[in-house]
């Protein structure tokens, strides 16, 4: 049997849609997308949802919004994927760089402070050299579906007075609570600005696409202005008999807005999100309860004051239980037809942040301890017990002949 990393859940609701779309002669942003916004930012309880066509568009969008220039420092976590510190890069500001805690995989708040206390004083920080820009703003991201410890990461941000913008490509929905007897606070309330992916193998997903949302009216403005050539709002209604021809430019924008093809699946997407969640949830307790069994392995877990999206099952292998590296590892899974993935390289391994920042190892060493341990299963709505049981059973297969 062949089991894919991933097989998007498309029904008949989103095809239907489609079709209907392309029928009705508007294909690019409007009505269906206005109606995305509006839909979007109810379900995750945001004043404002502004939709594009990726979440990198919304981490632009944002740090332009929060008013990056040249020289200006943002913070970002090493663990991450490449979109999370390159937006930084597209202003000539720099990201500066911080180590991931090791249960969640997300920013380490304890490292965070003590970054920012050094860049306040004027001390040495990896990366940079002094004297330093302005922070101007702190992008946690919330690793593999499971949030950030948000109080944490506030407090630190209140303390220097910087915008926290969230990269939630991995996450919705997905909840956060202070305390057992907190309530708890969804993904999209938690952060001055939030940022959403609606990639192909996301939560939910338009097959390319992504949402910013916010409660900031000027904000919201801001980035629905810059989301279009930076023209003034609602140009896209120009072609329409409400609309007017004139328009004005009020900035040099960027092409960022999503199609209402794009969104005519993004809809129904977002009426199935609790049930691709619970899905999603399903098949990470069923994985748990048979890998739970192997030796050699640390499984992910839910966290008592988090609600995990599950967008990723991304296991540890224990070096020392297994007579085979990782990529050994994911090689004999392949031959078997299952594919497996790894998140991430940690961003200051790459080649341009070594050339361009300096960067070596040593300089984070969570991150590093655990990136040569990931590997992350296929987990996707859809994903029958077969298939499920298969890679299991390859699992245990590999630990019978490769175990120490």
């Known amino acids: 049997m062949s089991v894919p990393f991933f097989r998007p859940s498309i029904s008949a609701a989103e095809i239907d849609e489609v079709v209907a779309c392309l029928k009705s002669g508007w294909l690019t942003t409007g009505p269906r997308t206005k109606e995305f916004e509006a839909q979007f930012a109810k379900s995750v309880g945001a004043k404002h949802a502004i939709a594009l066509n990726s979440c990198t568009a919304a981490l632009h969008l944002a740090l332009e919004a929060v008013g990056v220039k040249r020289g200006d420092l943002v913070v970002v976590p090493t663990m991450t994927f490449a979109a999370t510190a390159e937006v930084v890069r597209y202003f000539e500001a720099t990201p500066v760089l911080v180590d991931c805690e090791r249960d969640s995989m997300c920013i380490d708040a304890k490292a965070l402070r003590r970054t920012m206390e050094a860049l306040l004083a004027g001390q040495k920080v ?10 101007k703003a702190i992008i946690p991201m919330h690793y593999g579906g499971q949030m950030v410890d948000v109080d944490a990461v506030h407090e630190v941000a209140k303390a220097f007075n910087v915008p926290v913008i969230e ?35 996301k939560c939910i997903t338009t097959g390319e696409g992504g949402m910013v949302v916010t409660q900031d009216d000027t904000w919201a403005d801001r980035m629905r202005i810059m989301s279009l050539h930076g023209i003034s709002r609602d140009a896209w209604k120009r072609f329409t008999n409400d609309g007017s021809w004139y328009y004005e430019i009020e900035a040099p924008g960027f092409k960022y807005n999503l199609t209402d093809i794009a969104s005519s699946v993004g809809l129904h997407q977002l009426k199935r999100a609790d049930a691709l969640w619970a899905e999603r949830s399903a098949l990470a307790k069923k994985y748990i309860e048979r890998l739970s069994k192997v030796p050699g392995l640390e499984l992910p877990r839910e966290l008592d004051n988090r609600q995990h999206s599950w967008h990723l099952f991304s296991m540890r292998l224990v070096p020392q239980a297994w007579n085979i590296d990782r990529a050994q590892f994911i090689d004999a899974l392949k031959k078997q037809g299952i594919t497996c993935s790894v998140h991430w390289m940690p961003l200051h391994l790459h080649p341009y942040y070594r050339r361009t920042y300096g960067y070596s190892e040593g300089l984070f060493p969570v991150a590093e301890a655990l990136w040569p341990q990931l590997v992350s299963l296929p987990i996707f709505p859809g994903m029958t017990q077969a298939e499920l049981s298969e890679v299991c059973a390859a699992i245990e297969g590999l630990s019978k002949t490769h175990g120490r």
């Open 126 to 135: 990896a990366g940079l050299k002094a004297p330093y820009g302005p922070v």
């Open 167 to 201: 990269d939630a490509a991995h996450t919705l929905p997905a909840a956060y609570r202070s305390s057992p007897q907190a309530p708890w606070r969804k993904v999209g309330t938690t952060a001055d600005i939030t940022c959403f992916s609606f990639y192909a193998n």
